[in-house]
């Protein structure tokens, strides 16, 4: 898309270049020859566990098959067992509202943190980079015990701060104790360690947009909202699409943050989501073949998720 | 220190990538010395680099260290390494350790509530009779060596036990004006006349964190009630009989005095301790070392100066704590079972065992018992383990741990949830993991 384009929302036209028949792309093998690398370590890496887990999900896999007796062919039960359960449903719909709000938050914040970027003067962007930078590179473990150290129910200099500056009554407040309270810190941890990418990714997006258009729609009379949803939103729509999708995607496997809180406190049955569950089914109580189970299920919902998510990025692909 | 927890977890799963990367061939190694060796052959097995788990702090430092050199000193071209692991998390890091022929450490200490689970599946080497009895025989811990057997096969035998006793405050207690209760009724006034005479709010009369039901479950014990009962071939939660309800009721009101954290765990309840923030503590012998101890505790102040100790009493007599301790074992995967057995056989030696000993844990052997210090908490803990029980011994137990049913079911009583409720829950909890 060239910079004088007249900005319009609609579909640009796919027109300028000669569509490529179905027959002429069949003939070319180059770019299957090209797909083989990439498909073949993922074939290696993938693979193998993969096809391991599909046959654990149809045997009873517990302790002791891991330590070495005969597993038992159980068909469909594993996967019988949990549809059936409503727990499991439970966790389901709790980890996709959970994954949709914290991707949801991420990219608003992350968004806005790029546009403040692009307002305010070098040095203080710079700053405020380099903090971006740390909190994203922090490792989750040392960050984790921090976070765990400031909502601490004794200690925490959260409660400290409510109390004594603010005049609440939060001493010995234990915030991990409700499930509503529990996710809330959660999702102040999450948010905290994934705006940074966002905030980047977006930012190195905006910088692409091109000033005359945004200057052409100023003089046509386009407000600062305007201009923002109408030529700067399509503009980097496929770096927001891609962006949002690794969110999603990131958020519904979500684990160590969760499994770290869950250590330090609150009620473990009320706060699991998908990826402790699974963790506890297989590693922690030792039925693997359940755990193999839950997984499947859960990939299928993961590729349900995100397939329209991937069908609207490929669209946005073409139209360009 | 949960952090420490992660990076033992950590460095453990980098040991084990590295022990990938050999590319020996174990079988082949292990079997020569078999075909090669003459008959009457003092059959000293072939040097080895040998890996023993070790758990927690509760083996002092000298005792490793005593271990390595003794171990490298009989064992000429062979060594010892002592790799600790954190509690937290064992059971996992066992679960995928064990089961592999690269991986697996060649001994590991397993917690005694957790050893039936593993033995039953048959993760550790079974021992023979002679060698039982070589280590030790009537003379082990009874209830540790039941712990680690299956089949009728012993393959796990006792470490060392360790109950837990309560130190208190002798400065608050005078303040207060309250002597040391010898019933469990006394007991749970005095916390409560604690926890009013401070004006702290972070004051526990007597320390009692939500996820606490290593000590809680004592107080169901004392009322007659269980955690689960034998019901012919299958196990049932017992947290909703008359029995344990009564015990509960005890668990009540000692929550209600407690101003630990409502989903806390007892983990490094020395840190309130130190900070004045605790009138009585149920905690495991060692603790008082930890508290005395320059780095991790508070030496020279008054909660270091005045602490006195005694067993936790019951309506009639000590109440049935929790028995605490660990068994060690030879993994099944081990290659090299022979070196190993030297190991275990070193272990339990009485040099070894007597160390233990004056390190305030009771030993494994019956007869070492008198190594013990004379002094008050060794007599706590010893009156203390004379009436301790041990988890229902279930083949699956270890998934009602990993599943941290009780600890939920625990903080939902602090935070004064229906009692009837919660424990229908949790019986029916129980009864899915342990069938």
């Known amino acids: 898309m060239s910079a004088a384009t007249p900005v319009s929302t609609s579909a640009v036209p796919t027109g300028g270049r000669p569509p490529i028949t179905a027959a002429r792309r069949r003939r070319r093998p180059m770019p299957y020859l090209l797909l083989i690398p990439a498909t073949g370590f993922l074939v290696l890496a993938l693979g193998y566990p993969l096809i391991r887990q599909v046959v654990m999900s149809f045997q009873e896999y517990g302790l002791a098959q891991q330590f070495g007796q005969p597993a038992e062919w159980t068909g469909i039960d594993n996967f019988s067992r949990l549809l059936s359960d409503s727990y499991f449903w439970l966790i389901v719909a709790r980890s996709i509202l959970f994954c949709l709000v914290n991707a949801g938050l991420t990219m608003v914040g992350g968004i806005s943190l790029a546009l403040l ?49 603010l005049g609440l009554d939060f001493d010995n407040h234990a915030w991990l104790i409700q499930p509503l309270s529990f996710y809330f810190v959660a ?80 009620i473990t049955r009320d706060t699991h989501l998908i990826g402790t569950y699974v963790y506890q089914l297989g590693i922690k109580e030792g039925n693997f073949g ?29 139209e360009l | 220190m949960r952090q420490a927890s992660f990076l033992a977890a950590g460095i453990a799963a980098a040991l084990v990538l590295a022990a990938c990367g050999g590319d020996e061939d174990p079988v082949a190694e ?52 002592i790799e600790e692991q954190s509690w937290e998390g064992l059971v996992e890091r066992l679960t995928t ?11 590991v200490e397993v917690g005694n509530t957790q ?35 299956a089949n009728g096969q012993v393959s796990a035998v006792p470490l060392y036990a360790g109950s837990k006793v309560v130190f208190y405050r002798t400065d608050l207690f005078e303040d207060a004006g309250v002597e040391v209760p010898s019933t469990l009724d006394e007991f749970v006034e005095v916390a409560e006349t604690l926890t009013e005479a401070s004006d702290d709010s972070n004051f526990s009369g007597f320390y009692f964190p939500g996820a606490d039901w290593r000590n809680a479950v004592a107080f169901i014990w004392d009322a007659g009630g269980d955690l689960a009962v034998q019901n012919g071939d299958t196990w049932e939660g017992a947290l909703s009989t008359p029995e344990s309800q009564a015990g509960l009721e005890v668990v009540q009101r000692l929550f209600a005095q407690s101003n630990a954290a409502k989903d806390g765990d007892e983990a490094e309840s020395w840190i309130p301790w130190c900070n004045d923030e605790i009138g009585m503590l149920s905690a495991p012998g060692w603790a008082y070392g930890v508290i005395q101890d320059p780095d991790a505790g508070c030496p020279d102040t008054p909660a270091a100066e005045n602490i006195g100790v005694f067993a936790l009493p019951g309506q009639d007599g000590p109440a049935p704590v929790l028995l605490g301790g660990s068994n060690v074992a030879i993994s099944a995967q081990s290659q090299h079972p022979e070196l190993a057995y030297e190991l275990l056989k070193l272990i339990l030696s009485e040099e070894f065992q007597a160390q233990y000993a004056q390190n305030g844990l009771t030993p494994a052997k019956i007869s070492l018992t008198s190594e013990m210090e004379d002094n008050e908490t060794n007599a706590a803990a010893i009156a203390a ?11 699956n137990w270890a998934s009602v741990e990993g599943a941290r049913i009780l600890e939920d079911f625990f903080i939902g009583i602090a935070t004064g949830g229906d009692v009837v409720q919660l424990s229908a829950d949790a019986d029916a909890a129980i009864t899915e993991a342990l069938n």
């Open chain 2, 97 to 107: 350790s064990l089961a592999s022929p690269t991986e697996t450490p060649d001994v």
């Open chain 1, 187 to 266: 999702t102040v941890v999450i948010c905290w360690m994934s705006v940074p990418f966002v905030a980047f990714a977006v930012y190195a997006a905006l910088t692409q947009v091109p000033g005359d258009v945004l200057e052409a729609g100023e003089i046509d009379g386009a407000n600062g909202w305007q201009r923002f949803r109408l030529i700067t939103v399509p503009l980097i729509k496929p770096v927001l699409l891609i962006v949002g999708l690794l969110q999603i995607i990131w958020d519904l496997k979500v684990f160590t943050q969760i499994f770290v809180l869950q250590d330090a406190g609150g």
């Open chain 1, 117 to 165: 970027m692009t307002r305010i003067s070098t040095p203080v962007r710079l700053v405020l980079q380099v903090a971006l930078l740390l909190a994203w590179a922090m490792p989750h473990l040392a960050s984790l015990t921090v976070w765990q150290w400031l909502f601490d129910t004794n200690y925490g200099v959260v409660n400290y701060a409510l109390t004594n500056w």
């Open chain 2, 115 to 149: 050893a039936p689970t593993f033995t039953n599946v048959g993760a550790f080497l079974p021992l023979t009779d002679d060698q039982v009895a070589e280590l030790g025989g009537s003379d082990l811990l009874p209830g540790f060596v039941e712990a680690g057997t």
């Open chain 2, 30 to 81: 292990s079997d020569e010395p078999d075909s090669t060796e003459a008959p009457g052959d003092d059959a000293a097995p072939e040097p080895a680099d040998l890996r023993l788990w070790v758990n927690g702090g509760d083996t002092p430092q000298e005792m490793r260290d005593w271990l390595i050199a003794t171990f490298e000193e009989q064992n000429p071209g062979s060594t010892l390494t």
């Open chain 1, 290 to 318: 359940l755990a193999a189970a839950a997984s499947g299920i859960i990939l299928v919902l993961t590729v349900g998720v995100g397939f329209h998510y991937v069908r609207l990025l490929v669209r946005q692909e073409d």
């Open chain 2, 385 to 395: 383990a004379a009436e301790a029980k041990l988890t229902p011994a279930a083949e």
